[in-house]
């Protein structure tokens, strides 16, 4: 019969052990980046020194440099959708990287070339990213390695918006569909308020309360907090 007080540290050393384990599972790691504040992200796992770029923003240094001095290898760039401030580097990004393919969902693929869907010609900077790879669907599931991603289609914001779920770590990326306290903006021309509600309610709102999110402007949430404090899911 072992000591309570041993046992009980053994347990609590497991249990750490495999929370430390669990939380290192994936990483997703996030930049604030240019005046624009677009959180990017750079997707790995403690076992490979594969990763994913998640959006493209302006002035992308960060990101880079935590690429550089973690020895990382881009397998994808993965656009959420094709906002200027989610693009604004991505013709830099492929010129450093050409084969690696370049993501996003099939209804935004004409953006990329478009600076007018793309909002760039607003801004003074028109801006013709380089073409999509491959196109993405609703229920498409992307491997990395042995862990997989939940391909989910979120539109309202813009047509082809897109929420990454990883459901092993409960973690999702969501883009700039539904944010900590808010939800994305729906005055562009393509944006669609009632297609927005209906995409966070049927395509986030269902995951877990403990599931991180990250979205593509401010600090990550949890669905759980969204569903108590967010002012525009109350009914
Ligand atoms: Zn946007
Ligand atoms: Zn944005």
Known sequence: MLNPMILNSLLTTHYSLLTTHYSLLMIIKSFALSDWQTNCFVVHSQDSKDCWIVDC?????ALLDYITD???HPVRIVL???????IGSLEHIHELWPDVPILIHEDEK???DDPTLNLSAFTGMPIVAPAATKLLKHGDIMSFNDQEFEVRHTPG???GGIALIHHASKQAIVGD??????IGRTDFPTSDIHQLMESIHSQLMNLPDDMTIYPGHG???SIGNERVNNPFLKN
């Open 110 to 112: 004409k953006f990329l």
């Open 80 to 86: 959420t959708h094709a906002h200027v401030d989610h």
């Open 57 to 61: 923003g302006f002035e992308p240094t």
């Open 157 to 159: 914001h813009s047509p």
């Open 177 to 182: 569909t539904l944010f900590a306290n808010s």
């Open 219 to 221: 600090p990550s949430s």
């Open 70 to 72: 973690n020895d990382l």
